[in-house]
């Protein structure tokens, strides 16, 4: 995949060639979702009515905060599953820092202390990820076993029972909105815009790609390869608190185990995110449309009467499709 | 030469330098051999720990029920070692353990004979593995996400199948006899489960360990460009690894079905993630950190006693999954540390723990 961007002229002083306009396939991506959504458009009024478009939204936040987690370690640890950088502890770590906020505010401390504690938890839990990595664990290895461990944690915080979690901030997270945008979707909207600043337009986040992308190249030319990575896995684990609160307050509820439900949908987001790109990278706007796209897709399914079991299913070709177009334009771009 | 080794000294982690440098106290074999040491350890500390805790714990009766429970563990991971072997994952064994449960278990509700359904359920078992086949070698999917595309697809299908996740129950008298032995079973006073959970580790571990096939195996999964130039065929090969994780997820499958006389959906994806566990603490177990059958199973009797033990304490359900997290990162890591100072002849230990920037970075070091 980086072989794409790697194509730099050798010194032989041709003239750089200009840069080609991204071909047809390049917008496949797009194509897919403004396809799959005009269907839904034709197919049920009420789908591009403003209140279901808001819920889409609201449904998206979720998945789309803890999928911008993901997708900085994806980024910082190379997108190569089996050895690169992956978080599957994103899901379990969103569900405990649900209820220790819940936990934490039926105890009597504020939203924002309650808030705080399930925060420090989900980072507490990033830095484990971190610090097992950088010692030389594979991620994928670390984060199974800290995902046991989170959701455990869950079990015995929450004592396995729902825990209400209601009033104040959690209030107006799941009904308050500004100027007509619901609350999670600015939450959203503002963690979106930080996380694409600071991976798109600082020197973290271009240090981030060339650790993720070349590791021997980054270390060589001074980039300390282990702090970025443990940075990484620190970030996806508060992201993913904060997603987990989200959670919480829409469902105005921690529900113990719900970690495990969001997870395939957190990678799936995050994976996704390559085919919103140009150079067929892991990349932040990518996961938020395709969180937007995946939430669209089961809210649409859902409305032309598709039995909720399709949406699985749908989810798992679509995931199919996603990767055939991204291998396709790899084989491409290769040559 | 010089470029090189200049920045080397703003390298985030010197890796094994410094601790090279100090004087060996310890013989060298030892040094080598003490990660391979941290699995057997384990299981004996968790052996010792438990009795001291629970005096029935190391009676012989309840060690032969851990292993009965532990079967289809064993069978789920014996199978995924295989494809690790091969240098693949696949996280879909759980669909192919599901499907092949529901299967049979559906086939003996509608009356058909004892073979007729453990065929059509291992056939169904296959199926998986033949998607997978296809995704990963034909389509050039990564491993990871297409299992993980078949899984989503897979548990999805499950829910259409029994519509919308009714578990199915057989009624006791209707079952063959011979369907019910399979799960159920005793020869000679042991459990039939443990028995052909055995011989399919013993089938599957001389075909990976003794064979022509299994040394291609091997090989594919560890150089397998080398493998491709040298002659291999490295496609055919990872087609039958993937085909084989999975006929023996669905073996595992069938089992179930028989043994719980029924299926309840998603029931064979909670093996997953104790089976990926169990396989790479087996790994620790090789000089090579090599996935090997008998390593997997070693992991998983560690996995099996601990679960155990833990309920024979009175440990509570919610503490159990901490347990075997914390029991299994520290495994890990431990065998990651010590093999991390070692000589340089035995870096390759780190092979399958280590990403590949810090391999290389430990190989430039020395």
């Known amino acids: ?335 | 030469m010089t470029i090189t080794q200049q920045p080397q000294k703003n390298l985030p982690a010197p890796r094994s330098e410094t601790r090279e440098l100090s004087p060996v106290t310890v013989p060298r074999r030892w040094r080598s051999l003490a990660p391979r040491l941290i699995a057997p350890v384990a299981l004996a500390a968790i052996l010792l720990g438990f009795s001291l805790l629970s005096p029935v714990f190391l009676s012989v009766g309840n060690l032969v029920g851990v292993l009965g429970q532990m079967a289809i563990l064993a069978l789920v991971a014996t199978g995924l070692t295989v494809v690790v072997r091969a240098g693949g994952i696949d996280l879909s064994i759980g669909v192919a353990v599901d499907l092949a449960a529901l299967a049979s278990a559906a086939l003996i509700a509608d009356g058909y004979r004892a073979w007729v359904a453990i065929v059509v359920g291992l056939f169904f078992g296959l199926l998986v593995g033949v998607v997978n086949a296809a995704l990963i070698v034909g389509l050039r999917i990564p491993p990871f996400l297409a299992t993980l595309s078949v899984w989503f697809i897979g548990s999805s299908v499950q829910q259409l199948l029994t519509g919308g996740g009714a578990p199915i129950y057989l009624s006791k008298p209707r079952v063959p006899i011979e369907f019910a032995l399979l799960g159920r079973g005793y020869l000679l006073d042991v459990d039939g489960v443990i028995v052909s959970a055995a011989l399919v580790a013993l089938f599957i571990g001389a075909l990976l360990g003794t064979t022509r096939w299994g040394r291609s195996v091997t090989v594919t999964g560890e150089q397998p460009t080398a493998a491709r130039i040298s002659g291999l065929r490295i496609n055919r090969i990872t087609v039958s690894a993937y085909l084989l994780c999975s006929l023996v997820g669905g073996f595992a499958g069938v089992i179930l079905a028989s043994r719980t006389n029924g299926f309840v959906p998603g029931s064979g994806q909670a093996y997953l993630m104790d089976a990926i566990g169990a396989v790479f603490i087996g790994a620790t177990l090789s000089r090579f950190s090599r996935v090997s059958v008998p390593g997997t199973l070693m992991g998983v009797l560690i996995f099996g006693l601990l679960s155990n033990g833990m309920n024979l304490v009175g440990l509570s359900f919610f503490w159990q999954g901490l347990g075997r997290g914390v029991v299994l990162l520290a495994i890990l890591l431990l065998g990651v540390l010590l093999s991390r100072n070692l000589p340089s002849g035995t870096g390759i230990l780190t092979r399958l723990f280590t990403r590949p920037a810090a391999r290389s970075t430990a190989r430039t070091t020395t």
Not at chain 1, 14 to 37: C, F, I
Not at chain 1, 207 to 216: D, K, L, P, T
Not at chain 1, 250 to 276: C, E, H, K, N, W
Request: aromatic share 6%; no cysteine.
């Open chain 1, 1 to 335: 995949m980086s072989t794409a961007i790697l194509e730099i002229p050798g010194d032989t002083g041709a003239p750089t060639p200009t840069r080609k306009r991204p071909s047809l396939l390049a917008w496949a991506g797009y194509g897919v979702v403004v396809l799959v959504l005009g269907i839904f458009a034709l197919g049920s009024p009420y789908f591009l009515q403003w209140e279901n478009l808001s819920s889409v939204l609201n449904q998206a936040a979720v998945f789309g905060i803890a999928g911008i987690g993901l997708a900085v370690v994806i980024i910082t640890g190379g997108d190569d599953v089996l050895e690169g950088g992956i978080d599957l502890s994103v899901g379990a770590t969103a569900g405990l820092a649900g209820s220790v906020t819940a936990v934490a505010a039926a105890a009597g401390a504020g939203s924002l202390r309650a808030v705080l504690t399930g925060l420090a938890v989900a980072a507490a839990l990033g830095a484990l990820n971190g610090a097992a990595v950088i010692l030389g664990l594979r991620p994928l290895l670390a984060t199974l076993a800290t995902m046991g461990i989170a959701t455990s944690l869950d079990l015995v915080v929450s004592d396995n029972i729902k825990v209400a979690l209601d009033g104040g901030v959690f209030l107006w997270l799941r009904q308050g909105s500004i100027a007509g945008l619901p609350a999670s979707v600015l939450v959203l909207a503002v963690a979106a815009l930080v996380s694409w600043w600071a991976v798109a337009r600082t020197s973290w986040g271009v240090h981030s790609y060339a650790v993720g992308q070349n590791s021997i190249a980054a270390s060589i030319a001074g980039l300390s390869v282990a702090r970025h990575r443990f940075m990484s896995y620190v970030i996806s684990g508060v992201l993913g608190g904060i997603a987990g609160v989200l959670l919480a307050s829409r469902l105005s509820a921690a529900v113990p185990g719900i970690g495990g439900q969001i997870l395939l949908d957190i990678i799936l987001v995050a994976y996704m995110s390559t085919v919103f790109s140009r150079r067929l990278v892991v990349n932040i706007p990518g996961t938020v449309v395709a969180a937007i796209f995946v939430a669209g897709l089961a809210n649409g399914l859902t409305l032309l009467g598709v039995a909720s079991q399709w949406v699985g299913a749908a989810k798992g070709v679509l995931i199919l499709l996603v990767l055939a177009v991204v291998v396709v334009r790899g084989r491409n771009t290769a040559k």
